[in-house]
């Protein structure tokens, strides 16, 4: 017997590896599939004459294998049928069977059950009952097989069955964010994927309806032309699910980073010098999830309305459009061919109709198929161009409706340059999104400033935006910020052109078409200079007032600058690059109102605020002379008065403090920990503290270095962790008492720990880069790095700063995803000396390379 199932093991192993191997870039993915079954089938069979199973019992393939679909590395799922419960000799044989099973090398997935038992199992639970839909005949009694079928189809609600896979599928699609274009997308279970074709064809199974895309079509529910889609969709998806197994070794559905370069060059696609081979394979299944979304929602609107018939009786709302039901549904099944300028309408009624939740099946076949006529005649007529206006003028739905627009491919059709970027994907690290899905994002966090119901997230972005006349002008800017990405060149400079054609050919008056031109061409602007530039410098924000010359382009960049950053990813957004932004804006809201922003000006105001703040802690009008006598100006510029104020409350009396000085506090922009350290000062004490939160896993988000007139280093921190929240009150304990005793012990510094990427770092690394020069007045010099992101870097650039004595002023630390972009303004005699800066510069390239 053992030496059968040695022979059989070795014999099932040569089939499937000589039917995968076989596998190439014309082959039918289905061939493969029914191959790896039939192969499967006939060792099942020899397994079960072999251990001599009772003739009553059988044996039945389920689920996915059930259904004749046997993926390389996929579970064989089967049924052993019982007439009745085993004696102790049935019992036994069925025990030998299955340890059998196991010892051929399946991936085995197995149930011992009577028809009744498989009945009631079906009844309580959809997943059971929905492997069972596929039941497919092994061996064995063909008897009790039948009688499971018959029994099961009796059984079977296909209404209760509808409902409870629609809730099973929303449940799917939440999991994986409700959106086909994940930047790592399962194949199999993303929304759009292979389970979405199954869900359709299980109801409709279970309803008599049909078994296959061409049976669905001979029924009406689908045309003949969307039946060969929805399968040349489906082969898509197998071909990479099986091309996934083979690279994998393994059963793996997602398209990971790691795996979509190979995955692409095995099905042709090829790297050019625009894009990533990748890039290609991607957009390509993109646009196939996107169809089969589509398609799906048609197909099951109609397969609910045989199960679930309702009055229909239309409600007129326009000339060309009736209310059913909720939804939209056109006069006529012509109507957007005999009417084109109501494939831009529709959309336009749904946002006035807010009771509206969709468009009916009939509709948006009709949509879909009327698409093309959107051609280059369409979009010069001066009426389309009036309704698209008015679309995106429209008071409330627009989110929604560009959302729909992009889904049925009318957008891409209306904005070809749009069509480009649909399902591009952004290998920069940081995006979480395709082109396509990031633009509409950014869309949405402008609306979101005109809800009152949003109003409590960014309280001063709604105000703005409330005072703000013309908005829609915004959503314009934000439909073509990124719309030129992936041509080639510098993606402002191309999207500006293509936002000045928009402008002039939809009539947009003088002052609003030079608004969108500068906002798509400055649209990084604003971030650079708030997350790069010294804000203390009264020059860096004349110059900034300069370029955006008013308070209205001001007010614009800043609303569309917040809602591009939020718009890239959950990651890139917190509260300290909103605070720089905020006060980057405030300060230039006041230099555009004649207020010169000089030192002396600034110096007194912050001073005079902070005084304000200190009356209210309740401290004597003098408390804070001799702390204030130890700073300089450059003090006051760097700290805000809130900082200032607080600094003074917990070191007025300790000016002269012989040991470290560790205060910390919730940070007052609502995230992270603020920490300031007070001692003498000591050499390599910027490494020391990176050192110490290097070793805790605090990220350090910014960093200000002063040393006072005493000789005492004054520096502040606002580090961010993820417990923060829960647990603040024992951490800032933590840190006070930890980080005061290290610095008192002076240990030596140990070496820098090289960390770990991320596996999206490793597959998508950066090219570190060093740039260092001197500012304008050659005091001080900048230093700028990228890299990826990695634990221990900072103390990397830290220990070499320390090694070179170089004094650190400030540091502004961006972390945009799995990059970082870090500006360090720094100064000391090595930097003076061309040899050792070109040494210190190549030691620090070398510090953030990848190991």
């Known amino acids: 017997m053992v030496s059968n199932i040695i022979l059989l093991r070795d014999n099932l192993r040569r089939t499937q590896q000589e039917a995968i191997s076989g596998y190439t870039l014309r082959s039918r993915p289905d061939a493969l599939l029914e191959k790896l079954c039939k192969n499967v089938d006939q060792t099942l069979q020899q397994i ?69 038992e498989c009945l009631n199992e079906a009844a309580s639970d959809i997943t059971i009952q929905t492997s069972m839909l596929e039941a497919r005949y092994i061996c064995g009694s063909r008897k009790l097989f039948r009688e499971l079928q018959q029994r099961y189809a009796d059984a079977m609600n296909p209404q209760k069955f509808f409902q409870e896979k629609l809730l099973e599928m929303q449940q799917r699609h939440v999991k994986y964010e409700d959106t086909p274009y994940s930047l790592e997308p399962n194949c199999k279970e993303s929304p759009g994927g292979l389970r979405d074709l199954q869900v359709i064809l299980w109801v409709a199974k279970a309803a008599n309806l049909g078994n296959s895309w061409h049976e669905l079509a001979v029924r009406g529910l689908i045309t003949e032309t969307e039946a060969r889609q929805l399968k040349r969709n489906e082969r898509a998806f197998k071909d990479i699910r099986i091309r996934l197994h083979n ?27 625009s894009r990533r081979s990748s890039e290609y394979l991607m957009q390509r299944y993109y646009w196939a999830a996107k169809s089969v979304t589509q398609l799906n929602q048609i197909l099951l609107q109609n397969i609910e309305a045989v199960l679930f018939p309702r009055d229909t009786t239309p409600r007129s709302i326009h000339p060309h459009f009736n209310e059913v039901n909720g939804l939209i549904d056109i006069v006529e099944d012509d109507t957007f061919e005999q009417h084109p300028e109501t494939l831009l309408e529709v959309f336009l009624v749904m946002a006035q109709h807010s009771e509206l939740k969709g468009m009916t099946a009939r509709t948006l076949r009709a949509l879909w198929h009327a698409r093309e006529k959107i051609d280059a005649e369409y979009r010069h007529n001066i009426f389309h161009r009036a309704l698209f206006l008015k679309l995106i003028q429209s008071p409330r739905g627009i989110t929604h409706a560009l959302r729909r627009m992009n889904q049925m491919s009318i957008l891409g059709r209306y904005l070809p340059n749009f069509r480009r970027i649909v399902g591009q994907m952004q290998h920069d690290l940081f995006h979480a999104y395709t082109v396509d899905q990031h633009i509409l994002m950014v869309v ?63 009539g947009l008056n003088r002052r609003n078409t030079e608004l969108v031109i500068f906002l798509v061409q400055n649209h990084l602007t604003m971030s650079q200079v708030a997350q790069k530039q010294d804000l203390s410098d009264p020059d860096v924000i004349q110059a900034f007032a300069d370029r955006v010359k008013d308070e209205r382009h001001l007010t614009a960049l800043y609303l569309l600058t ?12 917190n509260a300290w690059k909103g605070k720089l932004l905020e006060d980057l804006y405030k300060m230039t809201l006041r230099a555009l109102g004649g207020e010169m922003p000089t030192k002396d000006r600034e110096l007194r105001n912050r001073q005079e605020d902070a005084l304000k703040a200190l009356r209210l802690a309740g401290l004597p009008h003098d408390a804070h002379q001799e702390f204030w006598k130890q700073l300089d100006v450059a003090y006051f510029l760097r700290h805000d008065a809130n900082d200032i104020a607080w600094q003074t409350r917990v070191l007025h009396d300790k000016t002269r403090a012989e040991t470290p000085v560790v205060k910390c506090r919730l940070a007052p922009i609502g995230e992270g920990l603020q920490v300031t350290v007070y001692l003498q000062d000591q050499p390599d004490l910027f490494a020391r503290i990176c050192n110490y939160f290097d ?16 000789g005492y280093a004054l520096d502040s921190f606002l580090i961010i962790e993820p417990n923060f929240a829960q647990q603040y009150r024992d951490i800032i304990t933590l840190i006070e008492h930890e980080l005061s005793d290290a610095l008192t012990r002076q240990a030596p510094l140990s070496a820098p720990n090289p960390g770990r990427l991320s596996r999206l770092s490793r597959h998508f690394p950066v090219a570190p880069s060093v740039d260092l020069r001197p500012d304008e007045r050659g005091r001080y010099f900048l230093l700028s790095i990228t890299a990826n992101d990695r634990n221990g870097l900072l103390y990397s650039v830290a220990n070499l700063l320390a090694k070179y004595k170089i004094n650190l002023h400030t540091a502004k630390v961006m972390t945009l995803g799995e990059r970082v972009e870090d500006v360090f303004i720094i100064d000391g005699p090595a930097l003076n000396v061309p040899k050792t800066q070109i040494q210190f510069e190549t030691e620090l390239l070398e510090a953030l390379k990848i190991n």
Not at 248 to 270: C, H, M, N, W, Y
């Open 444 to 506: 949405r966090n402008l609306r979101r400033f005109t809800l009152a119901e949003h109003a409590h997230e960014y309280p001063f972005c709604s105000q703005l935006m409330a005072d703000f006349d013309e908005p829609w002008v915004l959503y314009i800017a934000a439909l073509f910020h990124d719309i030129a990405k992936g041509r080639g060149g510098d993606h402002s400079e191309l999207g500006m052109a293509d936002a000045r054609k928009f402008c002039y050919d939809h």
């Open 247 to 273: 690279h994998t070794k393994r059963r793996e559905d997602r398209l990971v980073f790691d795996v979509q370069t190979p995955i692409a060059e095995s099905l042709g696609f090829k790297t050019t010098e």
């Open 695 to 710: 070793g805790k896993n605090f990220s350090i988000l910014d960093a200000k270095i002063h040393t006072c007139k005493n």
């Open 48 to 116: 079960w004459k072999q251990n001599e199973i009772p003739g009553d019992i059988s044996l039945i393939a389920v689920g996915g294998y059930g259904r004749g679909e046997l993926f390389p590395h996929s579970d064989v799922d089967v049924l052993i049928l019982l007439p009745a419960s085993p004696d102790k000799l049935t019992a036994g044989k069925l025990e030998n069977l299955i340890q059998s099973l196991w010892d051929i090398g399946l991936d085995i997935g197995h149930s011992v059950r009577t028809v009744d």
């Open 562 to 573: 917040v809602c591009d950053i939020r718009g890239t990813s959950p990651k890139v957004w």
